[in-house]
């Protein structure tokens, strides 16, 4: 693969807030998530508004060959126009910030929805897609303080 200066690889592994600095956290603990996905770094790119990106989800991050956690390639150059950043540092904060502010409302409707059960129903009535149900097992138990049964949420 050619090199290309205006390509951006960003690994969702860079936004673990459980990983030190040294083991790979490239953003500050208060823009990273914990478990971090390829899914969750797309959508908030795309809430940054960055639009030109290209996800490829069987990536290997070369310092940890045995997790295929995908990555996020972005346009240098997009997202100087998109986002208004000039580095790839300020990139990652601007999307890590989003992400956890996207996950806190998350929890915040989550956390509604439990204490109502008319809002519970209209939490999960479109939450039957097979596509969008996560695998048995997934799901926290439920309990525990900030743990969502509703939908699979844990505290950030």
Same mark, same amino acid.
């Given at each position: 693969m #050619?090199? #290309?200066p205006d390509?951006? *690889?960003l690994w969702p592994s860079y936004f673990d807030v459980r990983r030190s600095r040294r083991s790979g956290r490239r953003v500050a603990k208060d823009a990273a998530v914990k478990k971090p996905d390829l899914e969750g770094l797309y959508t908030a790119a795309r809430a940054v508004g960055l639009r030109k990106i290209k996800r490829e989800a069987n990536a290997a991050r070369p310092s940890d060959p045995h997790a295929r956690e995908g990555r996020l390639i972005v346009s240098r150059s997009g997202a100087e126009a998109d986002a208004g950043a000039s580095s790839k540092e300020e990139?990652? /904060?601007i999307i890590g910030t989003t992400w956890?502010? /996207?996950r806190k409302k998350e929890h915040e409707a989550c956390d509604q929805a439990g204490d109502d059960p008319n809002a519970r129903r209209?939490? *999960?009535a479109n939450k039957g897609n097979r596509e969008e149900t996560p695998p048995v097992g997934a799901l @926290? @138990?439920?309990e525990g303080p900030g @743990?969502?049964?509703l939908l699979g949420w844990e505290r950030l």
């Open positions: #050619d090199h #290309d390509r951006l *690889t990139i990652m /904060q956890r502010e /996207q209209a939490a *999960t @926290s @138990s439920g @743990s969502c049964p």
